[in-house]
């Protein structure tokens, strides 16, 4: 049987304990988190629920007050220098006079890869803006670049900080299919956003953050579960609230003119209960709770 430990030592990434504090705000407030090599992890939270701070921390870039990170059981520092970590950062970090080939060509000589800059600027989709100077390009452009040098050492994880801001829809599917490309290869990844519907579409698990602290952490299915289930709709025009509030399985319910919206944990005894005491219901619906509402509930505040 593997243990914990072992599950730990082969982890691609392993945070443990991790604390950070400007003055009196604990920004990030004891996050243990351990990410299996081949994982696509998203960190989801609201506005300085502390992804960013969390995200520094495991590369290296601020040291943690309390807490280890261990990538692919080194430092953040080996990691990066050993090009086992990509990065891909809010912050702009291109150089406004470098054409977008020389900008990637750095890079990848700097880890003694320059035989991946075609296929990376191809992959990402730049191909076409190789002459460009950075400073002319637009956010989504940038953005691309910045992607593509995240990409060009072939990292074995790759860590993105709200990648996908400032890219139009298409210019978003067309980085998620190159991400698919990266992920199908077995590598890891793990990426901060406000995106739910990304989150929900190309994670295979997502971790919850608010105020400092993992408040969720499993795949979409399991947190969606772990707000409230699922919903219930259908028209019961003579049930009253009480006997609604009665049936297995339900956990809360409005009732309005004889339309009935019932919030179950278990929907399936629900409904087999509904239909025997209450045959003339109808227009019955059922649906998932999407990660929006899973998320809002579970951290009881706008996700935006
Ligand atoms: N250098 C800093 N000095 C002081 N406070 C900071 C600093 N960096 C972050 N904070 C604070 O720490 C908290 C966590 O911020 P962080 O940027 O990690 O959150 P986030 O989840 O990435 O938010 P966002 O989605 O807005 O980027 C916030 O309250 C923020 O204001």
Sequence with gaps: ???????????????????????DLRAVDGVDLTIAPGEVVALLGPNGAGKSTTVDMLLGLSKPDAGQVRIFGRTPRDAVRAGVIGAMLQKDNLRANATVRETIEIIATLHGKPERVAPTMATVGITDIAKQKCGKLSGGQKQRVRFALAMVSDPDLLVL????????????????????????????????????EEAQEYADRVVLLRSGRVIADGTVAQVRAAASGR?????????????????????????????????????????????REHPEAHDIEIAAVNLEDAFLALTGEDAR
């Design 231 to 275: 919903t219930l709709r259908a028209v019961v025009p003579d049930a009253t609230e009480a006997q609604l509030a009665a049936l297995p399985g339900v956990t809360s319910l409005e009732l309005r003119d004889g339309r009935a919206v019932l919030s179950c944990a278990d929907s399936d005894a629900a409904v087999r209960a509904l239909l």
């Design 161 to 196: 900080d709200e990648p996908t801001v400032a890219m139009d829809v298409e210019i978003r599917r067309q980085f998620w299919r190159s991400m698919r490309e990266y992920t199908d290869a077995g590598r890891t990844v793990l990426f901060a956003t406000h995106y739910l």
């Design 1 to 23: 049987m593997t243990t914990t430990a072992t599950v730990q030592a082969g982890s691609a990434v392993s945070l443990t304990g991790l604390h950070k504090r400007y003055g």
